[in-house]
């Protein structure tokens, strides 16, 4: 049973290095391996969210903004990782966790997730109108479906589209990863209030804010590369979901009298 926050809490951020990444990578591994049926399965809703996406630019003759959905993904995701987290913990429980477990952790999640989640929503709509605006003045009308699948043809004008669109994007994502990087894993296990979370996720990336660059960049660079090859992401997203809540651990460690009330 999970307990409520103690707003005289304050949360610290502890310091992380580089090398704290690639030990949190490997932990994420090591938890799908326990559990890769539920963490597949849950996957597999976001990719069929995907593929639908996907097509859907390519039969309307837009293939360039693949890109700019595909990194839309990363304003949205924090709101799914509570599933995996709930996995997670049923797994250090010792029982078998299954693809409802996943589902079933939106319902327990506390309002305050969805508070963030919303925000995310949002700042992802923003991002979309922006994309849609700037293609309209960057390419118009003119047709371009796939050259294959998800195959983007890179004339002249759709690489400067692209270009533009990550720039634009990438003020979005780091102001909702500095948001959600820390405070969803704190909301999750109900450690803070949303003022708290989000208050104490912003301190800790900038205060390792190279580290959290680091991280990021990884985060980006693996979700994008999987959603393009789309049943990457059943294994991909699971694994840096599980990676996301160590690595969080090891910024926000428990204290002895928060693990005894841990459920």
């Known amino acids: 049973m999970h307990t409520q926050p103690a707003t005289t809490v304050t949360v610290v951020p502890q310091t992380i290095a580089p090398s704290d990444i690639a030990d949190a990578v490997a932990n994420g591994w090591r938890t799908f391996r326990c559990l890769p049926g539920a963490s597949m399965a849950f996957a597999s809703l976001f990719a069929v969210i995907g593929l ?21 993904f990363m304003l949205v995701g924090p709101a799914v990782l509570t599933g995996f987290f709930r996995l997670a913990a049923i797994n250090d429980e010792g029982r078998k966790p299954g693809f409802l477990d996943a589902l079933a952790a939106f319902t327990r999640a506390p309002a305050s997730l969805w508070l963030v989640a919303g925000v995310c929503a949002f700042l992802f709509l923003i991002w979309m109108t922006d994309a849609a605006v700037l293609y309209a003045f960057m390419i118009g009308s003119e047709r371009l479906p796939y050259d294959l699948p998800w195959l983007i043809s890179l004339q002249r004008h759709v690489i400067a589209f692209e270009f533009w669109a990550a720039l634009m994007g990438s003020v979005l994502a780091f102001i909702i990863f500095a948001i959600s990087a820390f405070s969803v894993p704190l909301l999750h296990e109900r450690r803070a209030n949303p003022v708290q979370a989000i208050s104490a996720s912003v301190r800790a990336v900038f205060s390792n804010f190279l580290t959290s660059i680091a991280w990021g960049l990884l985060l980006t660079g693996s979700t994008l590369l999987a959603i393009l090859l789309l049943p990457l992401l059943t294994v991909v997203l699971p694994v840096l979901a599980y990676a996301s809540f160590a690595l969080y651990r090891k910024v926000f460690p428990l204290a002895e009298d928060e693990s005894m009330s841990q459920p």
Do not use: I, V, Y
């Open 52 to 72: 639908m996406l996907l097509t859907a630019a390519g039969h309307f003759n837009t293939s360039p903004m693949a890109l700019p959905l595909a990194g839309g």
